[in-house]
């Protein structure tokens, strides 16, 4: 049987079945190559010849790790830019201050990576350093951001604990200021106690009725803050509810009453939501 062969645009032969299977074996034709025989009402590749298939089925299989596709040269990675990428990725999940420190040097290392990758075509990593760039100086940004964020309560945090020392000692004052009320009243002293009730003008005066009597010192009244404390011309008789003792810390109002029970005002409101008692007036 005489072949024409269809093979690059070209019409090759015709051949017999033996040059055929030869060209195949040879590797100058393939079975995907279109032929036709006189029988044939059609063009057909050579794979649908039966003749030919049995050939196919014979030839050697493929030897593994050989390929006839030109391999690709793989690139060596910059080391810098592994570290970088790295650092970056740390940055990120750290915590503000260990992204500031694992920031920089991403940054560092894919500046230097980078350079190199340019310097040396053969290098690889260039994405990598790109990504630990940006990571690296998101990291360096969390600091500030995060300062920014927390500042206002880290502020909010002293500012109560201030109130709250505030408080403590408003209340040591109007505690020895009871006793003194609760002394004159047992011994019939009328200058001992409230300002009102022991006809007390001023706070030097009171001040120095505390002193005087051994209430308590004038060093502790010093680191109790005093004279930062404002007095009110409260009498034994007066409701336990009424303002006594007052201090101003910025926005925030601290007040002690006669009681001994003391609150933490801040922009003018209770943290409670109660309204502020009634306040007598104020001893110079």
């Known amino acids: 049987m005489n072949i024409t062969i269809h093979k690059n645009g070209q019409q090759l032969g015709p051949f017999s079945e033996a040059q055929v299977a030869e060209m195949l074996r040879s590797g100058k034709l393939g079975y995907e ?25 014979q030839l050697p299989p493929p030897i593994s790790g050989i390929s006839n596709a030109p391999s690709a040269v793989l690139k060596k990675n910059e080391p810098l830019s592994i570290w970088s990428l790295v650092l970056g990725i740390i940055s990120l999940v750290g915590c503000a201050f260990g992204g500031f420190l694992a920031g920089i040097p991403a940054v560092i290392c894919g500046h230097i990576g980078l350079s190199r990758i340019k310097r040396l075509p053969s290098l690889g990593g260039r994405g990598m350093a790109i990504a630990g760039l940006i990571t690296g100086y998101l990291g360096i940004l969390s600091l500030p951001i995060a ?40 011994e019939g002293k009328t200058n001992l106690g409230f300002p009102a009730s022991a006809k007390i003008k001023s706070k030097a005066a009171l001040k120095e009725m505390l ?4 209430y308590i010192t004038a060093a502790d009244l010093e680191k109790l803050k005093f004279n930062e404390i404002s007095v009110a011309n409260v009498s034994y008789e007066d409701p336990a509810e009424t303002i006594f ?3 101003t810390m910025g926005k925030t109002i601290i007040i002690v009453r006669k009681g001994g029970d003391g609150t933490i005002y801040t922009n003018g409101k209770n943290i409670l939501g109660l309204e502020p008692p009634r306040s007598p007036a104020f001893l110079n």
């Open 211 to 214: 002193v005087s009597e051994g």
């Open 245 to 247: 003792l007052k201090a």
């Open 147 to 186: 300062a920014s964020l927390a500042l206002p309560a880290i502020t909010g945090a002293l500012d109560r604990g201030k109130a709250t020392q505030m408080l403590s000692n408003m209340r040591q004052i109007c505690l020895a200021v009871q006793t003194a009320q609760l002394d004159g009243d047992t």
């Open 33 to 57: 190559d279109l032929a036709w025989a006189p029988d044939m009402p059609d063009w057909k590749p050579l794979s649908s010849f039966s003749i030919f298939q049995t050939q196919s089925n």
